[in-house]
C-alpha cells in the first residue's frame, strides 16, 4: 500500500540549525496493516509522516501509494489518498465553522469542488449516524461552530473527517498526546473501531508505549531518521515494555532519555 | 443641522457605493484572513475603465462588466505574487497597488483625472439624479440609494450563494484552517488567489459605481480604501455582530457598516466644521482604535480559558 524507498531529509542545510530527520528510510506497508511507530524525540516519527502526507517534499528517495509515485505531488493533492489526525487537536478542524460544514468539507476529499451545494440535506442524516459512533452527543449539535467543541471532541471529530472518504492510508501523529487519559484512552477506543470496521492501513504514532504494544500488528521503532526495529506477527503479540526498552538501547547504544517513553 | 439633513441622501448614498467595496473587503480581511492593500488601486482601476468606456461610447453595463474584470485580474496578480512567488500577502497587495497607479494612469490616458458629462450620458447612478428625483424630474427608481441598494441586494445574495456552494466553502475554509483544508485536499493558494480575485472584483464594481455617481474618475480615489474598508466591516461588525449569525446577513452588515461610516463623517463635517482635509486622519485613528479594543479586551479583561485539556507536546 505504501512503499517508501531510501528517503532522505534534511531541514535547514548548511546551518548551525542543520537537522538530518530523514536518513535514507525504507519501510513497505501492506494493505490492511496497522502500524504503531515509536521513537525518542527527534527520532524522525512525524517527518515522515509528514513526508508520506506532502507537508514538504523529501530530498531523495521515493514515495508510492497503491502504486501511484506520489513523490512530487503536492500535498492537497495526496490528500485523495490519505487521511490525516494531527497532534494538535487545533490543526484537523476549522474551529469557525460549523461541524456539518467541516464534514461536508472532509466528505469531498480527493473530489473536484465545483459550484454544486457546499452541502446537502441527505449528508446531514448520514453525519448524524456517523457521529453518534463517537458517543459524544455531536449528532445533536451540527450547527455548532467546532471551536465550541473540547480538545478530545476536535480529535474525534478530525478522526471521523479523516475517514469519511475511506482513505487508503490513515496517518496518526500522536493524536491523543494532547488529551487527558480518560479522553484519550475513548478517542483511542473510537480509532480502533473505526480503522477496524473499515480495515484501514494505518501508521499511527505514540509515545506511549503500551498503547504502541496493545494496538496494531506491528511496530516500528525509529532511530536517527531510519527504521531500527521492526516487529510484527507473534513476536510483535508476545512483546512487553521491557522488551522494547532493551531493543531501544541496543538500537540506540544508550539508556533511554525521555521520561515519556517510560511512563503512561 | 439643515446642512447635514441635506447632505443626508448623499451619505447615504455614498456609504452604500463604498459598502460594495468594503463586501470586497470582507472577502479577504474576513474570510482569507489576508489584509489586501491591492484594494487602494484596484478601486480606482474599476473607476477610470468604467469612465473611459463610457465615454468612448459604451452602454453602462458593459463598461461596468469590464470594469469588474479588471479589477478581478488585478487581484489575480496579487494572489499570484503571493502564492505563486511567495511574497508575504501584505507586501504582494502593495506590489500591485503601486503598479496600478501607473496603470490607471495610462487607463485614463496619461491624465490624473477624467470626468464625464452627465447630461451627454447614461449613467445607472449620479450625484445629479439625487437631485433630480428630489425635484420629481426622474422617477423614484432612478434614485441612488434605490438603485445601489438594489445592486446591493443582488451582490450579497450572488455571494451567499457562492459561498455556501463546494468551492465556495473551500475558500472560507482555507482562511479558517489552511492546514486542515490541504489535508482536505483543498487547493489553498487556488482558494486565496480566487478569494482576490472574487474581492477586487467587487472592489472594482464599487469604484466604476462611484465615479458615475461623481462623474469623473481620479488617480487618487482610491487613496485609503482599505481603510474606509475594514471600517465599515468593523462597524458592520459591532452594531449587528450579536444580531447577524447568517452569512448573508454579515454581508450586509458590512454594507451598512459603509452607511453608517459615510454618515457619521458626512455629521462631522456638517456639525463640527472640522476641516475635511482631517477626514482621513480621523478615518485612521477611529479604525484604529476598534481594531485596538479586541486585542486589549483579550488581553486585559478575560480570564484564562482551558479547552481541550494540556498540550505537553
Keep these: 500500500m505504501l512503499e517508501i524507498k531510501n528517503a532522505y531529509k534534511t531541514f535547514n542545510p548548511g546551518t548551525v540549525n542543520e537537522k538530518t530527520a530523514l536518513n535514507g528510510l525504507s519501510l513497505t506497508i501492506n494493505d490492511g496493516e496497522f502500524i504503531t511507530v515509536i521513537g525518542g524525540n527527534g527520532a524522525g516519527k512525524s517527518t515522515l509522516l509528514n513526508a508520506v502526507a506532502g507537508v514538504w517534499l523529501v530530498d ?17 493533492k495526496r490528500a485523495k489518498y490519505i487521511g490525516r489526525v494531527f497532534q494538535d487537536p487545533m490543526m484537523g478542524t476549522a474551529a469557525t465553522m460549523q461541524i456539518e460544514e467541516n464534514l461536508a468539507l472532509a466528505m469531498r476529499r480527493g473530489k473536484r469542488r465545483t459550484l454544486r451545494a457546499g452541502i446537502t440535506a441527505a449528508e446531514r442524516e448520514q453525519y448524524k449516524d456517523m457521529l453518534k459512533i463517537l458517543e459524544l452527543g455531536l449528532e445533536d449539535r451540527l450547527t455548532a461552530k467546532v471551536g465550541l467543541l473540547s480538545g478530545g471532541q476536535r480529535q474525534a471529530l478530525t478522526l471521523l473527517m479523516a475517514t469519511l472518504q475511506k482513505p487508503k492510508l490513515l496517518l496518526l501523529d500522536e493524536h491523543t498526546a494532547a488529551l487527558d487519559p480518560k479522553t484519550a484512552a475513548k478517542v483511542l477506543d473510537a480509532t480502533e473501531k473505526i480503522v477496524q470496521k473499515d480495515h484501514l492501513t494505518t501508521l ?60 503512561g | ?27 479577504t480581511y474576513k474570510l482569507l484572513d489576508i489584509a489586501d492593500l491591492t484594494v487602494d488601486g484596484s478601486f480606482c482601476t474599476g473607476g477610470a475603465v468604467c469612465v473611459m468606456l463610457i465615454a468612448a461610447g459604451w452602454n453602462v453595463w458593459p463598461a461596468m462588466l469590464v470594469a469588474l474584470i479588471a479589477g478581478m485580474l488585478a487581484g489575480m496578480v496579487t494572489g499570484l505574487l503571493h502564492t505563486s512567488c511567495g511574497i508575504p500577502a501584505i507586501l504582494a497587495g502593495i506590489l500591485t497597488q503601486l503598479g496600478l497607479w501607473s496603470v490607471n494612469l495610462a487607463i485614463m490616458g496619461m491624465k490624473a483625472n477624467q470626468s464625464l458629462n452627465v447630461n451627454k450620458f447614461d449613467l445607472l447612478v449620479s450625484l445629479r439624479y439625487l437631485q433630480e428625483v428630489g425635484k420629481g424630474v426622474r422617477p423614484f427608481w432612478q434614485h441612488p440609494i434605490f438603485l445601489v441598494g438594489l445592486f446591493t441586494i443582488a451582490i450579497v445574495a450572488i455571494l451567499y450563494w457562492f459561498f455556501g456552494t463546494e468551492l465556495g466553502s473551500s475558500l472560507r475554509s482555507t482562511g479558517a484552517n489552511p492546514n ?36 469623473f474618475a481620479d488617480i487618487n480615489m482610491g487613496r485609503g480604501a482599505i481603510v474606509i474598508g475594514l471600517a465599515a466591516v468593523i462597524i458592520g461588525e459591532v452594531v449587528f455582530g450579536k444580531l447577524f449569525r447568517n452569512f448573508g446577513l454579515k ?50 479583561f478575560t480570564k484564562p480559558m482551558k479547552r481541550g485539556g494540556t498540550t505537553h507536546a
Design chain 1, 60 to 76: 531523495e528517495g521515493s514515495i508510492t501509494i497503491d502504486g501511484t509515485d506520489v513523490t512530487r505531488l503536492p500535498e492537497h
Design chain 1, 204 to 263: 499511527m504514532i505514540t509515545h506511549n508505549m503500551r498503547d504502541a504494544i496493545s494496538h496494531g500488528g506491528r511496530l516500528i521503532m525509529m532511530y536517527e531518521g531510519r527504521v531500527a526495529v521492526d516487529i510484527s506477527g507473534e513476536e510483535k503479540l508476545r512483546l512487553t515494555v521491557e522488551d522494547l526498552l532493551q531493543m531501544f538501547e541496543k538500537a540506540s547504544g544508550q539508556m533511554i532519555a525521555s521520561d515519556r517513553m517510560l511512563l
Design chain 2, 1 to 27: 443641522m439643515t446642512s447635514f439633513l441635506n447632505a443626508l441622501p448623499g451619505a447615504i448614498s455614498q456609504g452604500l457605493i463604498w459598502g460594495i467595496m468594503a463586501i470586497g473587503v470582507y472577502i
Design chain 2, 180 to 215: 486542515m483544508s490541504r489535508a482536505q485536499g483543498i487547493n489553498t493558494n487556488f482558494a486565496k488567489v480566487l478569494g482576490l480575485v472574487i474581492s477586487n472584483g467587487m472592489v472594482a464594481l464599487s469604484g466604476a459605481l462611484l465615479s458615475q455617481y461623481q462623474s
Design chain 2, 251 to 300: 454581508l450586509l452588515a458590512v454594507s451598512i457598516g459603509s452607511i453608517i461610516y459615510y454618515v457619521v463623517i458626512q455629521a462631522v463635517i456638517s456639525l463640527s466644521g472640522i476641516n475635511s482635509n482631517y477626514l482621513k486622519l480621523l478615518s485612521a485613528v477611529i479604525v484604529a482604535i476598534f481594531l485596538a479594543v479586541p486585542y486589549w479586551k483579550s488581553r486585559h
